[in-house]
């Protein structure tokens, strides 16, 4: 080799070597959030990314997002669970209680948030709302089972005269069962009576509703989880179409079509779960990070869907909602 030319590949070398290093150091720098989801995404998840973002997390700038959909496959969320996991996630969110499960089950180290999750106490993700005490924390779907006392409520004050109410909901959710059994103990308390009607496939509604007008009910209480809330929109046509007054948990249902829902704002829930990140990502521990309850139930009527079926809200609902979507 000339002189001349080694000279220049020194050189050359020389001058690669800040910009190695500078991208060495902006991929140390980068963090690594896993997003794990029993179904498809829904609209809150927005609500995620924009606070993130409000708190200085750029997807693509200085934070990866390794997206998981399982597509309602149980086998295939464990596996992206365990995926997310082997990726060395810096945190993994986890949207809702299956996610959540599949989270926990896969790492007992790794930070997990969960999102918009039932009963976390009651499910073992943390020993405690107030001090979590393990590798999980985040965002709490409500007060737990006894918000069903106040739906039932609802549902007996705008239909006049009602007796039997279907509940539907979807037993292959472990905490789900906690919230029909709290159902039931409300019922009783109201003297209304539940007709039980379970559903945990898209084909399964058909039938559950023709066995609603068979059953005479006079009245739906749709008990919700993942499964249920991405079938939202099927739901509300469904109701409407057997002349069915609804009550759903929370304010997705209304947005695509619902009657009447009673909950927390899952977009609300969505940014917690994006604060939770932050904190973490910034040095804190899940074990010492409280789980948020939702402090506000919106009670939100649809006119349009009341209309169609023939409904009149009375004032005193009207009064106490919270929004009314014409």
Known sequence: MRRRDFVQGIAALCAARPVIAHAEQAAKLMRRIGYLAFR??????????????????????NVFVDRRFAAGDMERLKKSAAELVHLDSDVIVACASTAAKAAKDATSSMPIVFVATG?????????SLAHPNGNMTGTSFDPGPEITTKQLQLVRDIVPNVSRVAVLWNS??????????????AAAK???????????????????FDDMDRQHVDALFVLSDTFMTFHRTLLAQLALKHRLPALYGHDQYTLAGGLMSYGPSLPELYRGGASYVDKILRGDKPANLPVQQPVKFNLIINLKAAKALGLTIPPKVITESDEVMD
């Open 172 to 185: 292959t959710v472990p905490v789900i069962r906690t919230y029909w059994q709290a159902a039931q103990n």
């Open 190 to 208: 109201l003297g209304v009576n539940l007709i039980s009607e379970e559903a945990s496939d898209p084909k399964d509604f058909e039938v559950v």
């Open 119 to 127: 009963d976390p106490v009651g499910q073992g993700f943390v020993a």
């Open 40 to 61: 498809a995404p829904i609209a809150p998840d927005d609500a995620f990314l924009e606070r993130l973002s409000s708190l200085g997390w750029i997807e693509g700038q």
